[in-house]
């Protein structure tokens, strides 16, 4: 960052009057936030998929686009009895008296006697809230108990009642995940600086940033046309906790530096700004231009985080980069208290242990860099155990009604039955689809046809064996769709849920094979410009792909011990991404310092222990508290937000905690010079003839050149 606008910042004037534009902006956004956009009924869809395609000709047909609930009676090791079906069709006139619901089909009972199922059709166009507050009614009416026999179990499922439970997941989960982000970033703040003052400053700006970004999701939503859930509202939040309060870390560690310099506190504060601006912009810079790459996805939803994750970072960007140095502006050197940086002081980082750190790794870099791989070869060898693709009833991570009443279908009918697939065919091919479908492995059954209200088309329900996100419902509706095509022509569709998880899963591999690869040209191409160099870029790379293999291996092994069967679909990729794109962070962050120590001291090696050194402390508390920060994910009851806060949580550990403190400086020891090629790191004007501190490692190496392993 230039110095004049460093300096600025820096200034009484520049620092009130940016907290002043700051709090103006922050008022008119909290003033005029919309409410989110309404959710779309493709919204989430793959375009140009059959389940897409299906979703949007259901407005031809009188029951559109309707969800349905099924009501699952159980009487458990005996066979309902006369006056049992009597009081359940005496509780289904009472469920189809009921507000939103549509016309019921007839109880179907189970060939075992033991348990029945009523379809509930909820009305179309229904919204969410008054689908949930139906299926609401429904459950509370059944747990009332009136007109059921005793030793009945009644439980709601299907789709409306997935919806509902999902839901109900997110319920309050922006709350929930400030309060326990905000708890575990004061927590590690105040360890970190050991002041009881300090801390509350970047907390309090970064918490204003995430709160501005939350009132700005909306803005975003009615650009994409498409609402920002609470899924994508939530990892955004996190992320820019974590982004903004690793900007801040950056930050205020390089100002306690300048302060043991100069008695002038805010040429120290403009210094620091000055020094940490570039490493900080060009990591935001990474981590925003890898988040765009998501608009290449044919997943809407996909294309929904990436933007507004990309906002969000931005906006940490900001809040971490300008308005926390003119907060820092406004106060004395005492916030530090009690552990006060005094000009003239010693530099703690010649000392402590990450100079322990750096002499080590400038004794033995072979066998640290050896050592290093070991561990990450090892637990990327978890990969092996790795499966990918959940079913529906897998999706939560604590016990919710829609998944027990659809484990206890499954016990008595078709697995498929909550939710069957929608093939609509031309009319004329109608009796054609339906036999071909009645013929198909894995088909339960083929109901009723609807005629589309201009007559040309037909919806023909199908029931599978296997319930849907399965592999058995997957080898279903690929069988189902080549068979059709085949034998009742191009013009019939497949859709519903199960034909929709499959299409979803196919999407997400097609984006992974898509973004994955623009991603790692985004970062690697930041790198270049940064470092305007092409070996090291190449190396930190390489470094951060290793990590992402060994953080999924170990997850996985995590997952097995929790009995998580399998990563969901969406998980590989955002856990891609967000540790490619963080995991540079780090690297950006000491290799830019090793830069301007390699400048000033005109050796790479020294330059590299030394930037190891002073940056050590920083960027491991950054790590750890992104780690942590990410982790939360874990408090909202969803399996796939649990798997990407465990995945990111692991990576960004060992990208902290072994890539960035021992791979990537013995790598850079080992190439020596030619890390930098084709460039060389040349001083700044201000620092030529300056001298600079001899660190503990260099001197170590000069007394005793062998034990540094040359």
Known sequence: MGARIA?????????????????????????????????????????GKQSTRVTELMDRFASGRAESAIIVFERPGAALTEPDRQAL?????????????????????????????????????????????????LRALLR?????????????????????????????ADVTLLVATAIVVALLLLITYRSPILWIVPLTVIGLGDQLVAKLLPWIGHLIGEPTDASVAGIVSVLVFGAGTDYALLLISRYREELRRTTDRRAALAAAVRAAGPAIVGSAATVILALLTLVTAVLTSNRTLGIAAAAGVAVALVFGLVVLPAALALLPRGAFWPLVPVAGSAETSETGIWARVARLVGRRPVGVLAAAAVVLAALAAGLLTTTIGLSQTEQFRTEVESVQAQQTLAAHFAAGSSQPLQVIVSTTNAQQ????????????????????????????PVQLADESGTAGAD???????????????????????????????????????????LVLAVVLIVLIALLRSIVGPLVLLATVVLSYAASLGAASLVFAALDIPALAASVPLLAFLFLVALGVDYNIFLVSRAREETAARGDTRAGTLRALSATGGVITSAGVLLAAVFTVLGVLPVIVLTQLGIIVGIG??????????????????????????????????????TPRPAHDADLQWKRDPAASGR
């Open 89 to 137: 069709a005496t509780l289904r006139t009472a469920v189809a008296d009921r507000e939103h619901v549509g016309t019921l089909p007839p109880i179907a009972y189970a060939d075992d006697g033991q348990a029945a199922l009523q379809v509930v059709p909820l009305r179309a166009d229904l919204s969410d809230e008054a689908r949930d507050s139906t299926v609401d009614g």
């Open 475 to 517: 080898r279903a509706v690929t069988a189902l769709r080549q068979g059709l095509s085949a034998g009742a022509g191009t013009d019939a569709l497949v859709g519903g849920q199960p034909a929709a998880d499959l299409d979803q899963r196919d999407a997400n591999a097609r984006d992974n094979a898509v973004v994955a690869p």
């Open 652 to 689: 960004v550990l060992l990208d902290t905690l072994l890539v960035r403190t021992l791979v990537v400086p013995a790598l850079a020891l080992l190439l020596g010079e030619r890390f930098w090629w084709p460039s060389r790191p040349a001083p700044r004007p201000a620092e030529i003839n």
């Open 433 to 460: 689809a339906a036999d071909i479908a009645a013929r198909t492995a894995g088909v339960a059954a083929v109901g009723r046809p609807e005629a589309s209200t201009d007559g040309t088309l037909t919806l023909l």
């Open 7 to 47: 300096t600025w910042i820096a200034g009484r004037v520049g620092a009130a009057v940016i907290l002043l534009a700051t709090a103006a902006v922050a008022t008119l956004v909290f003033l005029t936030s919309p409410a989110q956009p309404t959710a779309g009924p493709t919204d989430g869809l793959p375009e």
């Open 144 to 172: 009332d108990g009136t007109g059921l026999p005793d030793g009945i179990s009644a439980q709601v499922t299907g789709g409306a009642a997935f919806g509902r439970d999902i839901s109900a997941a997110f319920a309050g």
